[in-house]
């Protein structure tokens, strides 16, 4: 059973900085923490020490959710049919066509037109790329997988690439939290805070 994150080697960094910046802030207007870095602070020593994913599993318990899935994630549901979506270019990814991958989620069965429909729980899009990497030629920029069947998987392959642009020139992202809107009005975000 994992129960410990490592901060340095997570999936994304991006998800991780979002989340301790919000708990840190949610910390702060709990009283229990008198700071925003105070809060931070706290936020990552309970990602690292186990106790933020002990208190997740109280949660899944308390809603009636079956806390083996996420003890063991080996056992969800894995697609029948997957593929790697590679790159047609070398350059730094400048943008990915959200909308594009989203819709192309629904054609796959990781989403649905309407309710009646179902979701397929091991259907989805991987992205393995983000905007702003060096990508080469040939490069896994992200990975499909679906249930259906192989047309609709080479199919979405290629929506999937054609949501990727590419730039030779290297792509300047914004950051990734600029303000937080507090009581007290419209705050900077320091992002050494993280």
Known sequence: ?????????ALSKDLIDVTLALAGQMLVQGD????????????????SNGEAYKK????????EG????????D???HAKLSAQVVSSNTGYVKNIDSLKI???????????????ESVDFSAGVLLKKKTGMFVNKGDVLAEVYTDRDEEILHNATKQVLEAYSTSDECVELPPLIT???TKNGVEDF?????
């Open 102 to 116: 989203g819709l192309t989620g629904v054609h796959i069965g990781a989403g649905r037109k309407s309710v009646k």
């Open 75 to 77: 056992k969800y549901t």
């Open 1 to 9: 059973m994992t129960n410990k994150i490592t901060l340095d080697d």
């Open 32 to 47: 229990k923490a008198n700071t925003l870095q105070e809060g931070i602070d706290k936020a990552k020593e309970n990602l």
């Open 190 to 194: 320091d992002l050494s805070a993280l």
């Open 66 to 73: 079956d806390v083996s899935f996420i003890d063991s994630p």
């Open 179 to 181: 303000n937080f809107v």
């Open 56 to 63: 997740f599993r109280e949660m899944v318990i308390a809603q």
